[in-house]
Nanobody
Framework: QLQLVESGGGLVQPGGSLRLSCRTL????????IGWFRQDPGKEREGVSCISASGFYMDYADSVAGRFTIFKGNAENTVYLQMNSLKPEDTAVYYC??????????????????WGQGTQFTVSS
C-alpha cells in the first residue's frame, strides 16, 4: 500500500530554519513526482514545491523560491523540504503528495493522487 509519512514540524522563530521529511512506503520513489503543499485554516491549499521522479527537475511557488529547497535523500525513500529564512506566513500544515510520473522529467504543483497526513509547524517569536 502506498503511503507517505511527513515529519519535522514544530515551532521555529522567524528567520529560522527547519527541515521536513516525507518518507515514502510501498512504492519506488523513482517513478513518482513528489510535491509539498501547505494549508492554513481558512485558506486554500497552496502548492509549495515539487520534485520530478528523476530528481533533476524542481519547482517552487513564488512565495518560497530562494528560501525553500526540495531534494531526495541519497539512500532512503525520503524527500526533504529544507526551509530557511522562515516567516510567520509560512505557518501551516504541510503535506507531501505523490503522483505517478512514467517519464519522470517534470513535476507540477497540482493534481496529486496520494497524500500524507500532514505535519504542522508554526513560525512565531
Amino acid at each position: 500500500q502506498l503511503q507517505l509519512v511527513e515529519s519535522g514540524g514544530g515551532l521555529v522563530q522567524p528567520g529560522g530554519s527547519l527541515r521536513l521529511s516525507c518518507r515514502t512506503l510501498g512504492f519506488t520513489l523513482g517513478y513518482y513526482a513528489i510535491g509539498w503543499f501547505r494549508q492554513d485554516p481558512g485558506k486554500e491549499r497552496e502548492g509549495v514545491s515539487c520534485i520530478s521522479a528523476s530528481g533533476f527537475y524542481m519547482d517552487y511557488a513564488d512565495s518560497v523560491a530562494g528560501r525553500f529547497t526540495i531534494f531526495k535523500g541519497n539512500a532512503e525513500n525520503t524527500v526533504y523540504l529544507q526551509m530557511n529564512s522562515l516567516k510567520p506566513e509560512d505557518t501551516a500544515v504541510y503535506y507531501c503528495a505523490a503522483v505517478a510520473s512514467p517519464y519522470g522529467s517534470e513535476c507540477q504543483l497540482s493534481s496529486y493522487d496520494f497524500w500524507g497526513q500532514g505535519t504542522q509547524f508554526t513560525v512565531s517569536s
